[in-house]
């Protein structure tokens, strides 16, 4: 029998609505989050260009979320990267099936598809 990888270690967010993001801890987390845990429609975040935790978020089931709870994910991903001290910031966003892992990269690494890029200001939900 195989041994189930272990759950990623995440910091998580309710956002209200039945809405909640999830920011991976480490690279071996991001992978784990990104690539495990994600389902395919979930929205995937990470800053744009710079180190950082990627970010799903997950709710009800064939529901899209507001606005507001789009751009709370993206200000979590801007939170948790290099980037959280500057004022407006550039967030990666897709769906997680199109995140996909290169073949031989190193863990926390990964290329997207299909993204838009939200500028949001770093922070966390109250």
Sequence with gaps: MRKQPPEP??????????WKAQAGKTDDDNDR???KTACANDL???????PGSHVILQGPDGEKPAAAVVKAAAAIAAWHSKMRTAGTVPVSCTEAKH??????AKPGTVSIK???TIKVRPG???
């Design 44 to 50: 995937w975040f990470h800053v744009h260009g710079q």
């Design 33 to 35: 989050l990104s690539l």
């Design 124 to 126: 966390l939900p109250e």
């Design 99 to 104: 995140v996909s892992k290169p073949r031989g």
């Design 9 to 18: 270690d995440v910091w998580e967010y309710d956002l209200g609505d039945g």
């Design 114 to 116: 299909r993204q838009k």
